[in-house]
């Protein structure tokens, strides 16, 4: 998806260990998200970034923290992996407000914790 | 039901032949976007309508929107089999902040 990027693409992490998933844009938004995608529940918002810094939860932000150090980098991490974790994980970058035209997503990161 | 909730949750229908979604939410919005998503890959934003708009209408794609129902719909005209996906809409909630809720999705199997 032109504009933005995620790695790794697949990841299959043991329980209890730490996974960190990047994502990478190129559009010079403000805003990115993290979203994670199960069966039945749509896309649910886990974090997001408003700014370099600034960054505040979403619906299902516990076990999940993120950093933003510039523009054009946004990483979420799974502080210590559980088997509820296993999903796909997807990256998002939008202008929000009366200007939206809506998000642009990445491709997803398929995430399995055994 | 769910803020953004489609209907039906899967769609089987030959080429050639309209393809209709439906999309119920409860609480006020500001939009309310439409997106594709093709297997294993991110979602692909299709359209975007806003709260005072009541048809848009993109080549194939013709979405409406009615407040008062809380209910939108996209029509895909002369399906292909190109267009086997899963369908979301969101809803762009009028909060003041920030706050888009999506759907878990109809899935679309155009039969060639």
């Known amino acids: 998806d032109a504009g933005i990027t995620q790695s790794p693409r697949h990841k299959v992490t043991e329980t209890g260990t730490p996974v960190t998933l990047r994502c990478h844009q190129t559009e010079n938004h403000r805003y990115m998200y993290w979203y994670r995608q199960d069966p039945g529940h749509g896309l649910r918002l886990i974090h997001y970034?408003?700014?370099?810094?600034?960054?505040d939860k979403g619906e299902v932000s516990d076990g999940y923290s993120v950093s933003r150090s510039k523009t054009e980098d946004f990483l979420l991490t799974l502080e210590s992996a559980t088997s509820s974790q296993t999903s796909v994980y997807f990256c998002a970058i939008s202008v929000p407000g009366a200007r939206t035209n809506g998000y642009t997503f990445g491709s997803g990161t398929r995430l399995t914790v055994v | 039901s769910q803020q953004g909730e489609e209907d039906p949750q899967a769609l089987s229908i030959q080429e050639g032949e309209n393809a209709t979604m439906n999309c119920s939410y409860k609480t006020s919005i500001n939009n309310l976007q439409w997106y594709r998503q093709n297997s294993g890959r991110g979602l692909v934003h299709l359209i975007l309508i806003r709260s005072n708009e009541r048809e848009k209408h993109s080549g194939r794609l013709r979405v409406t929107l009615d407040t008062s129902k809380k209910s939108s719909s996209l029509l895909i005209t002369a399906s292909r089999a190109a267009d086997t996906a899963s369908y979301f809409c969101a809803t762009d909630l009028n909060t003041g902040g920030f706050k888009t809720i999506f759907g878990a999705g109809t899935r679309l199997f155009v039969k060639a």
């Open positions: 970034s408003y700014g370099v810094k600034d960054t």
